[in-house]
Every structure is written in C-alpha cells, then in structure tokens.
C-alpha cells in the first residue's frame, strides 16, 4: 500500500466488533485504535 501511495487508516475493526483489554492493548503498541461497536466514527 505505501509503495503504491496509499496510506492504511488508524482505526482497527476487531470481527464481531467484540475485543479485551489485551487486544485493546496490542493494538495500541501497533499504533491501531480499535473500534468496537459503540463506536461512532463521523
């Protein structure tokens, strides 16, 4: 993607949008913020 000029977004859509505090954490250290499903992007 960035070879090609695309940059990925932040945000990480976990599937079920159902995650822990340990995933929330990892992702954090990927420099990912996690959206869950009272999660309102706009």
Do not use: H, Q, T
Not at 16 to 24: E, I, K, W
């Amino acid at each position: 993607m960035l070879k090609n000029g695309l940059v990925p977004s932040v945000f990480f859509r976990c599937p079920g949008l159902v995650f822990g505090r340990a995933v929330s954490e990892k992702l954090l250290s990927y420099g990912l913020i996690s959206v869950g499903s009272d999660a309102w992007l706009a």
